[in-house]
């Protein structure tokens, strides 16, 4: 497909001529008849649109959106393609254990006596923590909450981490140090109210089109909507934008200081909000206020943030005001260009900021909402605990008290969970190559192409040492590294349990069976756990046990899970949490009294934020700073790296579905006209991109949308020659532990 081809396809799938409102394939439809509709959710990304998956002769053949769901009946192209990305030939249908170093079939026994085996005398004879399990914000929450009691509460370590540690630690780490609880309060609701979107560090066309493509229509509806982006290259997601900001790289944080100062100096703060609900600098700062805040801000001039971004300063001043006017509502969006950065939580705090001293929350409109990249990050993995300090609805490992709430619970004795907080994504594969992790358990995701400077911990991996299960549905570029390989299940071959961006959970129902000898992860673990002495502590017969054991875990949590229950999910398009009961409608407005549940009905003000110890969220003060690896002269460019429109993920899905991989799959490296002009470079050249760590070589795109000095590619591709995490660094935010995939130096040559 050319260029030009592609980006007709780009800029239709990103508004709507690709979308499928409320109904199946064209080829379906007249067979209708023959089809039974089951409502699910797409398994993509974070968005988590409604759909209907359609069975024929026992196999899923169509998908349709849920006209009943937040997403009105629209699927985007990858959700309208689903069913492929069961039926490829190279499904994993058996499980593998390497001998003589290859993979070689093995019978379920075989291979889960052997896991139980090393994993337990791993345990006995090198101690609970060296042993790990490394999940995947697109394992269903049941699952998650399987492998996190088996290695909590069962082997008794809290070496337990996820894919979502590399994509959302800074937007939690942003929420609960801002309003001291993770998550949203706002839902997509608001995007129908809002008066102006500031998109950050977010190509929303192509990452998440169906939200993208109901803000077009928000603005289309009403054309004084005006809608900011800020970004280092120009994406589809500018096409609709009224101020486009091509900030340089990691310039962003001064800018949104620089706003901020914007709104002091020209009387767009709202006073009363502040005296009620907003602490200064808390933590190390504890004795800052409103004018050490002010003073703070003094450098982060708009003149100054201009000769620093590079941006006009018309543009930012524009940009600043159309934010801070009063009578705008004004709802800001962000996912991973903020997030996978040095200062991550820093950027989150930020953005935080802006809608704090504008009093800019808590109204249908005005709302600050991070877009999530996996299906069931949030529920699965923030909100369950899956990950190594953290336990199940915002509880801490560190905490004495959260854990014996959990240790009643799971009915094991006080003292089963560890009081020590496991190891985060990096430090646990960092782990395997110094051998102090022995075995690791990996479900639902592909670190061996989807961790930073992967050649690092590809060769951990590969190490006859180490002991590494990958429980997949396909072939990836993890699974070619593991000792055992187990054949999952994959979406819609399983029920369980998604929660998405907006807090809401719904219910994915199995509507075929398993391919081959899979099995549902879910069924695997309570298995395994089985085999190593843990039955007792996984007894159940299905996914509804497990949810019923949530539900108790969450029910008297601010996040008040309760109302949940498996009956309702089954009928309902999805509850939005806080619900305390089955009647409860679920809360659009977290903190807002009259809304949200836990805001006592005589708490004297409209908001109640749940930080403690006086319910108001904190302003902190986040100065602008250099990212891990700035450009120098050895290496003169930044290297970023980004989604499109067509893949997903490492493509272990949409790699297998045929419109996708024509459309595209080969990573380009994207050039700015000047910087190729220099290079002797023109589209479709071999470009040499060299960084500290590997140099491969990507075909040229040379392209305005980018900037001088700024080079991209994007992330899909899992060819070992042009997979881009060969290049980018494995430095993190010291808050988050997120990694800094954004940034990177690098050195280019014509190849
Ligand atoms: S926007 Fe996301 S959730 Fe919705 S259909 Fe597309 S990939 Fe699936």
């Excluded at 620089?258 to 100096?265: E, L, P, R």
């Excluded at 014996?404 to 646990?428: C, F, N, Q, R, Y």
């Amino acid at each position: 497909m050319s260029a030009t081809r592609r980006q007709f396809l780009v800029a239709s799938a990103a508004t709507s001529a690709l979308a499928a409102l409320g109904k199946p394939t064209k080829a379906f439809s007249a067979a209708d008849g023959g089809i039974k509709w089951t409502k699910g959710v797409c398994r993509y990304c974070g968005v988590g649109c409604g759909v209907y998956k359609g069975v024929r002769d026992g196999k899923l053949v169509a998908i349709k959106g849920d006209k009943e769901n937040h997403n009105k009946g629209f699927v985007c192209l990858k959700g309208f393609l689903l069913p492929q990305i069961l039926y490829h030939e190279d499904r994993l249908t058996h499980p593998l254990i390497k001998k003589n170093g290859k993979l070689v079939k093995a019978s379920w026994d075989e291979a889960l006596d052997l896991v139980a085996k090393k994993f337990t005398e791993s345990v006995k004879k090198n101690g609970k923590d060296s042993v790990a399990f490394y999940g995947s914000g697109q394992a269903y929450t049941e699952e998650s909450y399987a492998a996190n009691k088996l290695f909590k509460g069962g082997f008794g370590t809290n070496n337990v981490e996820g894919n979502p540690r590399l994509c959302m630690a800074s937007a939690v780490g942003g929420y609960v140090t801002t309003f001291g609880k993770d998550e949203p309060m706002g839902t997509y609701d608001d995007i129908d109210h809002a008066d102006v979107f500031f998109l950050i560090g977010s190509n929303t066309a192509e990452a998440h089109p169906i939200l993208f493509q109901r803000i077009a229509r928000r603005k289309e509806a009403d054309p004084n909507v005006k809608i900011i982006v800020a970004d280092p290259r120009m994406t589809p997601t500018g096409r609709i934008a009224d101020i486009y900001l091509k900030f340089k790289p990691n310039t962003d944080l001064f800018v949104l200081n620089a706003f901020a100062k914007y709104f002091v100096d020209n009387d767009l703060v709202d006073k009363e909000f502040i005296k009620n609900h907003v602490a200064f600098g808390k933590g190390k700062a504890a004795d800052q206020n409103w004018d050490a805040y002010v003073a703070f801000l003094a450098p982060y001039t708009m003149e100054k943030a201009a000769e620093v971004s590079e941006c006009s300063i018309e543009d930012l001043e524009a940009a600043a005001k159309l934010f801070g006017c009063k009578k705008n509502r004004t709802m800001s969006m962000w996912t991973m260009g903020i997030n996978q950065r040095l200062r991550g939580v820093w950027g989150n705090n930020l953005i935080h900021n802006l809608h704090l001293i504008t009093g800019k929350i808590g109204i249908p409109g005005s709302t600050t909402f991070s877009l999530t990249g996996q299906p069931n990050a949030c529920g699965g993995v923030r909100d369950q605990g899956g990950l190594c300090h953290i336990l199940p609805y915002g509880r801490l490992v560190k905490k004495p008290e959260h854990r014996a709430e959990v240790e009643k619970v799971w009915g094991v004795p006080a003292g089963t969970i560890s009081d020590k907080p496991g190891k985060h994504a990096l430090a646990m594969f960092q782990a395997l190559e110094t051998k102090d992790i022995k075995c690791i358990y990996i479900m639902c995701t592909n670190p061996g192409q989807s961790l930073p400077n992967v050649n690092r911990y590809r060769k951990a991996m590969a190490d006859p040492d180490t002991f590494v299960v990958v429980a997949d549905i396909y072939p990836t570029r993890t699974t070619e590294l593991a000792d055992v390989v187990l054949p999952a299940a994959a979406w819609s071959e399983k029920e369980g349990v998604f929660g998405c961006t907006e807090r809401r959970y719904q219910l994915e129902h199995q509507v075929v069976l398993p391919q081959g000898e899979a099995r549902a992860d879910f069924d695997i673990l309570v298995d395994l756990a089985a085999r190593c002495g843990y039955g007792k502590l996984l007894p159940w017969k299905s996914p509804d046990d497990a949810w019923e054991e949530l539900l108790l875990l969450g029910k008297d949590t601010m996040y008040q899970i309760g109302g949940i229950t498996r009956a309702r999910l089954r009928k309902d398009h999805g509850v939005i949490w806080p619900c305390p009961t089955e009647d409860h409608p679920g809360t659009k407005l977290r903190y807002v009294k009259g809304e949200d549940p836990w805001v006592p009905k005589d708490y004297p003000h409209r908001i109640m934020f749940y930080a403690k110890p006086d319910n108001r969220a904190v302003v902190w003060f986040r100065p602008w700073e250099n990212a891990a690896e700035m450009p120098d002269e050895e290496y003169p460019f930044f290297f970023t790296t980004g989604r499109v429109i067509e893949h997903w993920h490492t493509a272990t899905m949409t790699g297998r579905c045929k419109e996708l991989t024509h459309a595209k799959i080969t990573s380009e490296v994207e050039i700015h006209p000047d910087d190729a002009k220099k290079l002797g470079v023109r589209t479709g050249d071999g470009v040499r991109v060299t960084s500290r760590r590997d140099s491969l070589i990507f075909p040229a795109l040379v392209t305005d949308n980018s900037q001088p000095g700024l080079v991209f590619v994007h992330m899909h591709d899992a060819h070992l020659d042009r997979m881009c995490n060969r290049i980018t660094i494995d430095q993190f935010d010291p808050g988050s532990k997120e990694p800094t995939f954004k940034i990177c130096a690098v050195k280019l040559a014509k190849a």
